[in-house]
């Protein structure tokens, strides 16, 4: 399964908890220029930031591929499927994917890496140009953390709904048949509630992305130019005001920290990531009663998904903890036992631990369950190192 890097949000690798309710007051910034630190942030003279006509055009070679490829059939739903074919197939596009390749519709196209907010966006230039409605869609995934060095990543989704001419109500999904183009299997399969979202909030996820991308990579000023374009792109998304207040914490404007988290939770009282790094916030400035309880709230919203038990097990895990991060990833079964990653996490413990025999079983495990042969065949070959391990 693999998920979008759209919205990126960053994590303390600690979450503290207690059980009392939270109350506070999330006011609003009403004049959100206050919010912005340009003269902090200087932007370096070779920084570019990618227009809105550079994100989303296509070159001759693009429109060529539409006119000889897809203009070919009036169906919408053959138009929907050919585009996809021609995006992964080895005689034509042959796109891999690749989870930090946030590039524009052009760049995916040539370079043929991409990960799947710039597959989507790309999709959705070659389908507009071959006369089809599409529009952008948000999944509603459940919260799901990758952890990249001392950071947590927050992942989101989007996906292209294609209105069919024919009527027709169909999910096309890569290596399936077609109407909403998805790249993602598992997030169709699971039916998760999605609404209908403006190019300029997926312009606002790209900027956002990138800033993610820059303030991982410790290069602030960058991170600053792309997350306030994020914020103008689509001033009512919230993510990218919660990476902004990120990135003022990670360089000590801890005030304006502040108040930029609460903005973020004030747009939207469900931006999670945004109130715990709020706690975090307040935690450091010696505010632990106000911070724990935020982290009461949160330890309620988040309890029963599978994934916060399994981001609870990777912290675990990541401090050395194994026995503790068998615990969580044990949780995280007991609430959904069909998620192969939870068995690749407790096969990577097992093996930490020394127990090769329990790591071999948790990957057949993940290996049954996984049904993207690109994360097949790493499985396979982390399998096979384990089987070489045992022999030696």
């Known amino acids: 399964m693999k998920y979008i890097f759209l919205i990126i949000t960053l994590l303390s690798t600690t979450l503290l908890f207690s059980c009392q309710s939270y109350n506070g007051d999330l006011s609003q910034t009403k004049?959100?220029?206050?919010?912005?630190?340009?003269?902090?942030?200087?932007?370096p003279p070779s920084f570019h930031l990618e227009t809105e006509q550079e994100i989303f055009m296509l070159d001759e070679e693009m429109i060529a591929l539409v006119e000889s490829k897809l203009m070919t059939t009036q169906s919408t739903k053959k138009k929907a499927r050919l585009l996809l074919e021609h995006i992964f197939s080895q005689d034509n596009i042959a796109l891999s994917y690749a989870s930090n390749a946030n590039v524009t519709a052009r760049d995916a196209f040539h370079s043929k890496t991409a990960n799947c907010m710039s597959l989507t966006i790309m999709a959705y230039a070659l389908a507009?140009?071959?006369?089809?409605?599409?529009?952008?869609?948000?999944?509603?995934?459940?919260?799901?953390?990758?952890?990249?060095g001392q950071y947590n990543l927050l992942t989101g989704h989007v996906n292209l709904r294609i209105q069919a001419q024919e009527n027709i109500k169909k999910t096309v999904i890569y290596g399936s048949d077609a109407i909403t183009i998805d790249f993602d299997p598992y997030v169709v399969r699971r039916s998760f509630p999605k609404r209908i979202i403006g190019k300029n909030t997926v312009l606002a996820m790209f900027y956002n992305n990138k800033g993610g991308q820059a303030l991982v990579l410790g290069n602030y000023a960058v991170a600053y130019q792309y997350l306030k374009a994020a914020t103008q792109a689509d001033p009512l998304f919230s993510p990218a005001w919660g990476n902004l207040a990120v990135l003022y914490k990670l360089t000590d404007n801890t005030t304006v920290a502040e108040s930029t988290y609460r903005h973020a939770i004030a747009l939207n009282a469900?931006?999670?990531?945004?109130?715990?790094?709020?706690?975090?916030?307040?935690?450091?400035?010696?505010?632990?009663?106000a911070a724990k309880k935020?982290?009461?709230?949160?330890?309620?919203?988040?309890?029963?998904?599978?994934?916060?038990?399994?981001?609870?097990?990777?912290?675990?895990?990541?401090r050395q903890d194994y026995l503790l991060a068998i615990t969580h990833y044990k949780k995280a079964l007991k609430l959904d036992a069909a998620i192969h990653e939870f068995y690749f996490g407790l096969a990577k413990v097992y093996y930490q631990m020394g127990n090769i025999n329990s790591a071999k079983k948790m990957m057949r495990k993940a290996?049954?369950?996984?049904?993207?042969?690109?994360?097949?065949?790493?499985?396979?070959?982390?399998?096979?190192?384990?089987?070489a391990e045992q022999i030696n």
């Open 367 to 387: 290996i049954r369950l996984n049904k993207a042969k690109s994360t097949e065949h790493q499985y396979i070959a982390k399998l096979n190192f384990l089987n």
């Open 294 to 318: 935020i982290e009461n709230k949160l330890h309620l919203k988040r309890k029963n998904n599978p994934y916060y038990q399994a981001l609870l097990a990777n912290e675990a895990s990541y």
């Open 270 to 289: 469900n931006n999670l990531t945004a109130l715990a790094n709020l706690a975090i916030l307040l935690h450091s400035e010696e505010q632990p009663v």
């Open 31 to 43: 004049n959100t220029n206050l919010l912005y630190l340009g003269q902090q942030f200087i932007s």
């Open 128 to 148: 507009k140009e071959a006369g089809l409605k599409a529009n952008f869609q948000q999944i509603d995934i459940p919260e799901y953390w990758v952890r990249n």
